[in-house]
């Protein structure tokens, strides 16, 4: 199976930035995909990055290394809703999800 | 903005039944796919669908579930012979070629 690890948890104040890393095993790997998924509800699509770098979308950015099988959803100007489970998610020949790590944004 | 649809939303079942999951992907994707979600757990991959054929299933898939498109627009998941731990959050999803998957708001299973 593939290896797919991101931290449990982690929690941070409205206003502020927070990196999720995820490290993923790399063979058979063609592209890294993150999801936010709020309790209860289906996963939705954030970014996804097929080369290395940094991919930047409004207050989310996701970055790459494909050769270290390394990736982290960067958040930014952190609001409360931001507060749900964000999904790291390789592409091999299907998407498979990471546990996810549960964020938890406090005023 | 075109989006998955996904009926029942809840379906409660007793243990030994059949039940049917229905999915309507978005029209334009070729790519279909099952995903469930036990409580508190990770979401885990159960199969894809292409051209009309299994592309890739997970050991979870075993033959206790099938998948059909019985016509142009609906995708069905069948679990036969439900047990207590096929009780879950499934979620069907769809895709264009290596595009990001869009998923349904999922059908949550009751087994009792």
């Known amino acids: 199976g593939q290896n797919i690890d991101q931290p449990t948890e982690m929690t941070a104040t409205e206003g502020a930035i927070v990196q999720i890393n995820c490290t993923y095993q790399t063979s058979g790997f063609n592209g890294l995909f993150w999801y936010q998924q709020h309790a209860g509800e289906a996963p939705t699509f954030l970014s996804y990055?097929?080369?290395?770098g940094l991919e930047e979308k409004g207050r989310f950015s996701s970055f790459l290394s494909r050769s270290k099988g390394y990736s982290y959803l960067l958040l930014k100007e952190l609001q409360m809703k931001d507060s749900a489970s964000y999904l790291c998610?390789?592409?091999?020949?299907?998407?498979?999800f990471g546990k996810g790590t549960m964020l938890l944004v406090s005023p | 903005e075109p989006e998955v649809t996904q009926t029942p939303s809840h379906q409660v079942t007793q243990m030994g039944q059949e039940v049917i999951l229905r999915c309507v992907p978005i029209s334009n994707h070729l790519y279909f796919y099952w995903y469930r979600q036990i409580l508190g757990q990770k979401v885990e991959f159960l199969v894809s669908?292409?051209?009309?054929?299994?592309?890739?299933k997970s050991e979870i898939f075993d033959d206790q579930f099938s998948v059909e498109r019985p016509d142009g627009s609906n995708f069905t998941l069948k679990i036969r012979s439900t047990k207590l731990e096929d009780s879950a959050m499934y979620f069907c999803?769809?895709?264009?070629?290596?595009?990001?998957?869009?998923f349904g708001n999922g059908t949550r299973l009751t087994v009792t």
């Open positions: 998610a390789p592409g091999y020949s299907t998407l498979t």
């Open positions: 999803a769809s895709s264009e070629q290596r595009s990001p998957l869009h």
């Open positions: 669908f292409y051209n009309n054929e299994i592309s890739e």
């Open positions: 990055n097929v080369l290395d």
